[in-house]
């Protein structure tokens, strides 16, 4: 009888057998290649899910990251393994990523990793941020990426956008309305939602914090007498906190540096407040025009247009010599010491400063203001904050350069043009490489405001 089963038997023996090499085989961890992520933001997290609970050094040793970047490993749990780079990752590139063989689970038999897995994993490059159309239609954000073409309409406001504001690393884009509520754009899954309802007061101008834990913008009420109607800068914690006015009178135009200090214009007072990093009472500077200005990378002056008369500076054709309003970039030290006059004395319109993320140039528009070399357009100016020498970058006197916009890396300048002798023609966006000096080229027609993210 037992004779007869034989077969039987050893072919139940071999069924089982292979049942439970696919049930270990099942159970054998593996790492899974994201389907979401394979292309990222050059400060974002690699995350790298298991099918299991895993040993985190048997991880570790196996880790394939080609080229080899410093990061810190943090295990959200024991299946997802957070890559966070120490430095951002380098923009452009693609990463090899993946776990070699051998990776052990952490439950017993605590069975191994039988092939080694990887995937490619693209940081994005730095991209060009603006409002399309300037005129005609409601505005929203658009996402260009100069190296290829490829254009992204990022917000649908029915109402049009009236400004925006990147956090550093491009993950979150600020904006506020027509309406004037406040929202946020969230890059990593495009969604955007509303962060301020603000009622019947008009919110505008947001502008983040270096680290994303605060939202600066200017407030009007509409519910008021309209000598009252003026706006105030409020602050609003990102953490779910509420918002407070920063100061309970007429203040504009928020500006945060990298490193953390606020700048407010009161124009009833004509100064400039800057609050500090850490806390304490504001600087003032006395200044006039109240334009937006660019602060040093490193926080030590803020650097914006004044108005003072300079003596003798028109020649007339007469030959007569006039004093004549001027308008000078002027750096304001964080240190309290005395302003440093950065145009020099000469008779121009120096405006719309932007310095580079590595403190190196200073970027603006200037404007002679004598008869030999005035002309109708602002053109744009270059200043090496090292030599000190300054460059004229256009020479095209009808033409007016503004908004201008250091890329992160600060190789390329994007900026504004717009034709001061035909007022019918739409805006332009054009993009310069500093650094090789190649022909400007343009990108967009019709669009504003832009603005370079990671």
């Not at 540096?257 to 500077?285: H, M, R």
């Not at 201008?404 to 023609?425: C, H, I, M, T």
């Amino acid at each position: 009888m037992l004779r007869k089963n034989w077969p039987n038997l050893v072919g139940a023996i071999f069924l089982l057998a292979l049942a439970f090499l696919a049930l270990a085989w099942w159970r054998t961890p593996k790492p899974l290649p994201p389907i979401e992520q394979t292309k990222i933001l050059p400060q974002a997290d690699i995350v790298i899910t298991f099918s299991a609970p895993m040993q985190p050094e048997s991880v570790l040793e196996r880790l394939i990251l080609v080229p080899p970047q410093p990061f810190e490993p943090t295990w959200e749990n024991a299946r997802t393994l957070h890559l966070h780079p120490q430095t951002a990752w380098p923009a452009g590139t693609r990463l090899q990523v993946g776990v070699g063989e051998g990776s052990r689970a952490a439950a017993w038999p605590h069975l191994p990793s039988l092939k080694t897995v990887t995937w490619e994993v693209a940081v994005s490059a730095p991209s060009l941020l603006y409002l399309w159309p300037s005129r005609d239609a409601p505005a929203n954000i658009y996402r260009l990426q100069p190296a290829g073409g490829e254009v992204q309409q990022l917000t649908s406001d029915t109402t049009g956008i009236t400004g925006y504001h990147a956090s550093p690393d491009g993950q979150y884009i600020y904006y506020a309305n027509v309406q004037g509520d406040l929202y946020v754009l969230d890059r990593s899954n495009g969604e955007s939602r509303l962060l301020l309802d603000c009622g019947q007061d008009v919110c505008a101008n947001p502008q983040v914090n270096p680290s994303g834990t605060q939202l600066a913008f200017e407030r009007t009420p509409t519910d008021v007498p309209p000598q009252q109607a003026y706006p105030q800068v409020w602050l609003l914690p990102l953490d779910g906190g509420a918002p407070s006015p920063l100061e309970k009178r007429h203040s504009r135009q928020p500006q945060w540096s990298p490193t953390g200090w606020l700048s407010i214009y009161l124009p009833n007072k004509g100064i400039f407040q800057a609050y500090p990093p850490q806390g304490g009472a504001p600087l003032k500077w006395e200044n006039q025009t109240g334009e937006k200005g660019a602060w040093q990378p490193d926080g030590s002056a803020f650097i914006t247009p004044q108005l003072f008369s300079l003596p003798n500076a028109y020649l007339t054709e007469s030959g007569t010599l006039l004093d004549t309003l001027v308008s000078h970039l002027l750096a304001y030290p964080t240190t309290g010491a005395p302003s440093e006059d950065w145009s020099e004395e000469q008779p121009v319109e120096d405006v719309y400063p932007a310095i580079s993320p590595d403190g190196r140039y200073l970027a603006f528009a200037r404007k002679y203001l004598d008869a030999q070399r005035w002309s109708l357009g602002r053109q744009l100016w270059l200043r090496d904050l090292q030599s000190g020498q300054t460059t004229m970058l256009t020479n095209t006197p009808s033409y007016s350069y503004t908004a201008f916009a250091w890329s992160p890396d600060g190789v390329q300048l994007a900026y504004l043009r717009a034709n001061q002798d035909d007022f019918s023609l739409p805006p332009e966006i054009w993009i310069m490489n500093i650094a090789a000096g190649d022909k400007p080229l343009r990108l967009v027609i019709d669009g504003v405001a832009p603005q370079w993210i990671p």
